[in-house]
Structures are given as structure tokens and as C-alpha cells.
């Protein structure tokens, strides 16, 4: 069984909606201070632009693990 850990950080657009960047394999312990830093400055300089508007606000983050099984 293979299983695999990212980091999901949500944002609120310009357009009110909601959308998330993840991050792969991030470096274990995640540091919530420093997700939460890592977020303020993506708010903060506007680096990332998509169809539903600009990032406005953070949300929060989420570990994400998953589990795979090889069956045949």
C-alpha cells in the first residue's frame, strides 16, 4: 500500500468563489505558521490569476492523505 500526503490551500476569489492550490509531497511536519505565512503572501502579492477572479482572501489548508492499493 502506497500513501500519499499534500497540502490543499483554500482561497476566496474577487468573484466570490471558492478555489485551492496544492502542493505535493510537502515537507513533513507541515508547519502551520509557515502555511499560514506561505498563504498571507500569496493573498498579498496577487501571483496567481484565474478564470474565477483574483485571490482575495484565505480560507484555510488541509493535510490530504490518500492510500493506493496495486490490485492486478
Known amino acids: 500500500m502506497a500513501s500519499k500526503v499534500s497540502l490543499q490551500m483554500q482561497f476566496l476569489t474577487s468573484q466570490?468563489?471558492?478555489?485551492?492550490?496544492?502542493v505535493q509531497n510537502?515537507?513533513?511536519?507541515i508547519d502551520s505558521a509557515a502555511v499560514n505565512s506561505a498563504m498571507d503572501a500569496i493573498v498579498?502579492?496577487?501571483?496567481?490569476?484565474?478564470?474565477?477572479?483574483?485571490?482575495?482572501s484565505k480560507i484555510g489548508a488541509v493535510e490530504v492523505q490518500t492510500d493506493s492499493s496495486t490490485i492486478v
Request: no cysteine.
Open 16 to 22: 466570490n468563489k471558492k478555489i485551492h492550490i496544492t
Open 44 to 56: 498579498a502579492k496577487n501571483i496567481f490569476s484565474y478564470p474565477q477572479g483574483s485571490i482575495v
Open 26 to 29: 510537502p515537507k513533513q511536519p
